[in-house]
């Protein structure tokens, strides 16, 4: 104890010390861009680092969102439906190329009009008449057959050299059952 002054002014200047320090790290996290506030809340959510799965399941984005998506049922790729194939993380390439889909009248029209062919087809094959396959399954999996090959296609030929193999390598990366799911549930 000092001469006749306590100690007690120490607990004082530490909570003082503490409540700044807590005001400058608010003051620094809230004039960041919006990736460093989500590597922020990432860490606490999960401080170890061990998940690297979206924190929100379904997630299209490797971030984690919180609430409710308006109209997720009816959202292009979007969840709140089953699913007969395993769920997997989406990747961006997977969502670019759904709204792309979308965006062009004529294009989803084109691609819901395939989804109703190969459900048609899929009826009459042989897996579903023998009941060894549902339906949904073997219309899908044509359907993504079919996309991921229009869609390879499609890479103009004076694409050479690194940029052709980026632009394969982006459309290997599609979940392209993902999407074949969406347009069969929705045509």
Request: proline fraction near 5%; glycine fraction near 8%; hydrophobic fraction near 40%.
């Amino acid at each position: 104890m000092a001469a006749g002054g306590g100690g007690s002014w120490k607990v004082a200047y530490a909570d003082f010390v503490t409540a700044m320090m807590a005001f400058f790290m608010v003051m620094w996290i809230g004039s960041q861009d919006q990736k460093t506030k989500q590597a922020v809340a990432n860490y606490f959510v999960d401080p170890a680092g061990v998940s690297k799965r979206p924190a929100m399941p379904g997630s299209v984005t490797p971030t984690p969102a919180h609430g409710a998506v308006p109209q997720a049922e009816s959202t292009a790729v979007g969840r709140g439906r089953s699913s007969f194939t395993e769920s997997a993380e989406s990747s961006r390439v997977t969502k670019v190329v759904n709204d792309g889909i979308h965006a062009s009248g004529e294009t989803l029209q084109y691609w819901r009009g395939e989804a109703n062919k190969h459900r048609e087809e899929a009826a009459r094959s042989p897996e579903v008449v023998d009941q060894k396959r549902p339906i949904n399954e073997v219309a899908t999996a044509a359907l993504a057959k079919k996309m991921r090959d229009e869609w390879s296609q499609k890479i103009p030929p004076q694409a050479k050299g690194v940029y052709q193999d980026l632009l394969f390598s982006s459309l290997a990366d599609v979940n392209w059952t993902q999407i074949a799911e969406d347009m069969l549930q929705h045509s």
